[in-house]
């Protein structure tokens, strides 16, 4: 299993920028892919941008190359550019892992975007 602590959020200004961190323990060689997902009120549960192993990264179409994923061992950062009202959620860190099989989550960061 992992624990993650996510750090970084806040209130930001449309068009500003952000970088969410997320500190990964426990079984961290296990780890297979990294990933941050995003829950704005009353809408469901949503990725945002995931990193394997091998540095492959997948985004989601609303990121619109505004968002960068990176992953330094135990940690996962997400860079977050040109915020608009529509950034606001609680962003959460996801990982995975093969063996033992895992799905685990941080307790999420509050991202809060003024207009």
């Known amino acids: 299993q992992v624990q993650l602590v996510e750090s970084g959020g806040g209130l930001v200004h449309a068009g500003e920028s952000l970088r969410l961190s997320c500190e990964a323990s426990?079984?961290?060689?296990?780890?297979?892919?990294m990933a941050w997902f995003r829950q704005a009120p009353g809408q469901e549960l949503q990725l945002v941008a995931r990193?394997?192993?091998?540095?492959a990264t997948n985004y989601a179409d609303f990121v619109k190359s505004r968002f960068t994923i990176s992953r330094d061992n135990a940690m996962v950062y997400q860079q977050m550019n040109s915020h608009d009202t529509n950034d606001k959620a609680v962003y959460y860190c996801?990982?995975?892992?093969?063996?033992?099989?895992?799905?685990?989550w941080g307790q999420g960061t509050q991202v809060t975007v003024s207009s």
């Open positions: 426990g079984s961290i060689s296990s780890i297979a892919t």
């Open positions: 990193i394997a192993t091998t540095g």
């Open positions: 996801h990982t995975t892992t093969l063996s033992p099989l895992s799905s685990d």
